[in-house]
């Protein structure tokens, strides 16, 4: 089966800065997958280009197996995104942005759209420019997946909420897409909010992917080793960051150590504080 997203070796450029600078990952279909970041890491590039805004400067684009120099106007149509920032037109009701947005969509389904305020929560009657951040939220979820698309695309889409209004949003987020097999590219530099939700992670740092898997494949790759003597990485084991190391899981299991070495597996967070900074190894993909 085609990934729902292949991205190899992409690189854009704005001027001087390279934002993109040899990025690659795979979504499979059904996946939710977390994209987890510092800021300038180039995780709205990445979207920019998954929505057809920003065209890479060289690197392939695949989306369900169609490779692509730019994502279309018609490709677009199948991609439903919902970003931090949720701005519509402040005098029209819910019910009115529903009709409105419609129009850009064939697959509409008002049916859906109308469930969807219901399931959710929004007020189908009152003005938007009065709902709340996380109500606004809402409604940009169920504009993002009234027409059915496969792949919605999130960028940070819960910053701006409270806690409970996040685990609100995310328990749906994971409850629709099961519910229809869509794909999920969730754009966060929340560790836990991404742990929670995603099946599969990527951390990107300086325009690249600097690792991905599954979280429980990334705790068994990524260790900490403590010795009271200074060690070496053995052949196989590369140093991502101080006492933090990196290897497959076969290799740690069957390590000797010195005696006094101490290995722990590490939470996500710090595994992503270790590969998210500049200096991390890069390219640990799997
Ligand atoms: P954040 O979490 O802060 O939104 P990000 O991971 O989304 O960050 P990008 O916005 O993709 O990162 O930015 C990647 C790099 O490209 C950064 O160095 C940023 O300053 C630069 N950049 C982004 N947009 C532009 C632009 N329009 N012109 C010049 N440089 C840009």
Redesign the pocket.
């Known amino acids: 089966m085609n990934d729902a997203i292949r991205l190899t070796d992409l690189r854009v450029r704005?001027?001087r800065?390279r934002?993109l600078d040899g990025l690659s990952l795979a979504v499979a279909r059904g996946e939710i997958y977390g994209f987890l970041?510092?800021?300038?890491?180039?995780?709205?590039?990445?979207l920019r280009v998954l929505m057809g805004s920003v065209g890479a400067d060289s690197g392939t684009i695949e989306l369900d197996g169609q490779p692509m120099k730019r994502v279309s106007v018609a490709t677009k149509r199948g991609i439903g995104y919902v970003s931090q920032e949720q701005t519509y037109y402040p005098w029209m009701t819910p019910a009115q942005l529903g009709r409105f947005v419609a129009a850009f969509y064939p697959t509409w389904d008002h049916d859906e759209y109308a469930r969807l305020l219901r399931v959710l929560d929004v007020p189908p009657d009152r003005r938007s420019g009065i709902l709340s951040g996380g109500t606004r939220t809402k409604l940009g979820l169920a504009l993002a997946l009234a027409p059915r698309p496969p792949l919605l695309l999130l960028d940070?889409p819960t910053s701006g909420l409270d806690p409970v209004a996040r685990r609100e949003f995310n328990d749906m987020v994971v409850s629709m897409a099961a519910e229809r097999g869509t794909t999920v590219f969730l754009s966060s530099?929340l560790v836990d909010e991404v742990e929670g939700v995603a099946t599969r992670v990527g951390i990107?740092q300086a325009?690249r992917t600097s690792i991905e898997g599954r979280v429980d494949e990334l705790r068994d790759r990524v260790r900490r080793v403590r010795s009271g003597a200074p060690l070496e990485p053995p052949h196989g084991f590369t140093r991502v960051r101080g006492d933090v190391w990196l290897a497959d899981g076969a290799l740690w299991s069957a390590a000797s150590w010195p005696d006094g070495t101490s290995v722990e597996p590490l939470p996500l967070e710090e595994i992503f504080l270790a590969f998210a900074r500049t200096d991390a190894a890069a390219g640990a993909t799997s």
């Open positions: 704005y001027g800065v934002a970041g510092r800021n300038g890491a180039g995780k709205t590039t990445t940070e530099h990107v325009g």
